[in-house]
């Protein structure tokens, strides 16, 4: 036999302490010959819980481990081939696009990987436009790129192609204006208002309200926008449809006018009452022709009309140990009005700012199932809380400029033999695989799971195939296609040998979402727990030839039990400590819908020490050099009164300061003189002119740049607020409700070796 793959080698966690990888760990090269895998799809776009797909669904049964797929379809790319041809090459029986995976029986015959059909070449694919060559069908760039965008002939539209249509719908109660959130939208909107995707044909309108419903007429011609009231919520009009939905460039100073003045407008107002679920139907009705993107903005429960929700939160009952109740929506007004937005083109997304409970669990549903997306500003506050209205600032930049879909749908193909079951993300699903996203964007994740309902014999490889059909925002449809190979095995070690530890965990997340929320959180707790428990039992039994007393993983699944624990005490799921109802449901939500490079933050925090950044090592990017410090394991062991550490936990960073931090940090970095100096609320580092100072921000900046979304930073002392948010992500550690690392490891051994 030859020697043990790497995956393989076999890893006694109880001995091996010190197993987190210095450094992110890489997505697993599925093993594929090295024509195939020089062709395949990017890892960050589209990967599998399994490189190696179990030929049967006794196999993968066997194996304990679950079969999905994440996607991060519509992610922003450095490099896109676009093709623009007058036919899209095409299966006749399955509707595969030709990709890297087909093979050619000849020159004028393909062989789809999906059916196993064959279908001509047409004439037009013998004609290469790269190499402006005729008679390499194989060489098209269809066939040499796994990611490529088509730009589609009319048959893809079933009306023409709709203009960007941007709706924003602003709470403007009391309670919203004490926040004073609407002075940073407006300014925002403002500042970006020429950054908007879209083209001349770009329309937006505004909708404010509070007890009543309140229409900006921005027509052109107007001297200045005229507000109409609309006060009998029951029964919502609208009061003259054409001039609320104005062409931007030819409105564009009523609709400046109009930002300038809507933060004074309401600065003395006396509403309490927030008739949201009404707001919401209105500006259905005034999107529905259309379809577009609504923007919704909320400060609190909404308690007037139709969709008014409850408080049902119960504080004491926070930290309850075993269920937690209210997780599913109390009322299915906001999953119905998202379904009929669904239908009209319109998704919907949710900023909700506030400081008091707000049922997310029900307000979420709006965006949910319209594919849009919720954003969390929980106590936001224009003076009292200056990180999260930075973080809304920086939030607010990339969502008016990021590039958009609209009416777009997406299918995810599968070879023969394999079939998707359930599906993880925000969008409605229409048929069996086709989801329906009234808008797309491009920090959306999505996960699959699957079965295999025929056995794959013979077959050594599979692939799998996502296309999303959209109008881009000037106006054009077009097809983004990515394709994944993956190789077919039939032994379990094999199956091992390919999983994928962070893919693994990031569909079991989803999945304990929904039992959760089906079921009950200690269901889906346990649930996790005996993922891991399962698989590696099946692994000891099956797998293992040596027989030898500890907890005996394969090398691939040697951060398995770690990440489950790390999800057990994720904020979604944890126990025990006091968690705000719809901080829980946030971090679900969160866990559903982050591609899963951000969610493995969310759930393993990334721990560096930084007060003795070196340029050893260090990255080089743009002139720039960023100092690369190696990943600490979640323990207080590791931290040191004498340092200073930073925690990336995704959307917040968290910069801990030793006691006794030397002083070089604190004056070369932070700007004081003395540890007791450090202020309270510290939430940016004063741009010093030392060598110290650029070290650490060019790191922070960093890592900031690598996402979509911009995570708050704050700098905490021991005798800090936050600092309990920064000790429970230490999450290696007991605490007085939750199993340490160590501990953890010796329970699943335990049920092991049963
Ligand atoms: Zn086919």
Partial sequence: QSSTPEALRVVNLLQERNLLPPAPVPAPTPCLTQDLQ?????????????????????????AKMPLGLLLHPFKDLSQLPVVTSSTIVRCRSCRTYINPFVSFLDQRRWKCNLCYRVNDVPEEFMYNPVSRSYGEPHKRPEVQ??????????????RPPQPAVYLFVLDVSHNAVETGYLNVFCQSLLDNINSLPGDSRTKVGFITFDSTIHFYNLQEGLSQPQMLIVSDIEDIFLPTPDSLLVNLNECKELVQDLLKSLPNLFEKTMETQSALGSALQAAFKLLSPTGGRMSVFQTQLPNLGVGALQSREDPNQRASAKDIQHLAPATDFYKKLALDCSSQQVAVDLFLLSAQYCDLASLGCISRYSAGSVYYYPSYHHQHNPAQVERFQKDLKRYLTRKIGFEAVMRIRCTKGLSIHTFHGNFFVRSTDLLSLPN???????????????????????????????????????????????????SLSDIFAGADVQAITGLLACMAVDRSVTASLSDARDAMTNAAIDSLMSYRQSVLTIQQPGLLVPACLRLFPLYILALLKQKAFRTGTSTRLDDRVFAMLQLKYQPLAYAMLMIHPALYRVDDLTDEGALNINERTIPQPRLLQLSVEKLSREGAFLMDAGTVMYLWIGRNCHSNFLTQVLGVPNYAAVP??????????????????????????QRPFFPSLHIIRDESQLKASFMQNMIEDRTESALSYYEFLLHLQQQISK
């Fill in 680 to 705: 309270d609320n510290l939430y940016l580092l004063p741009e010093l002119d030392t060598a110290e100072s650029q070290r650490t921000r060019a790191f922070i900046g960093w890592l900031r740049d």
């Fill in 38 to 62: 020089k062709l395949n799809c990017s890892p960050e776009v589209f990967r599998s819980t399994l490189t190696s797909i179990p030929q049967t669904q006794s196999l993968l049964n066997k």
């Fill in 145 to 158: 790129n796994a990611t490529i965008e088509f730009i589609a002939p009319s048959e893809y539209m079933l």
């Fill in 440 to 490: 797309v964007n491009p920090d959306a994740g999505f996960a699959v799971q699957m079965s295999i309902e025929e056995n794959l014999d013979d077959m050594q490889v599979v692939s799998f195939q996502a296309a999303l059909l959209y109008t881009s925002s000037k106006g054009e449809r077009r097809i983004r296609v990515h394709t994944l190979c993956l190789p077919v095995v039939n």
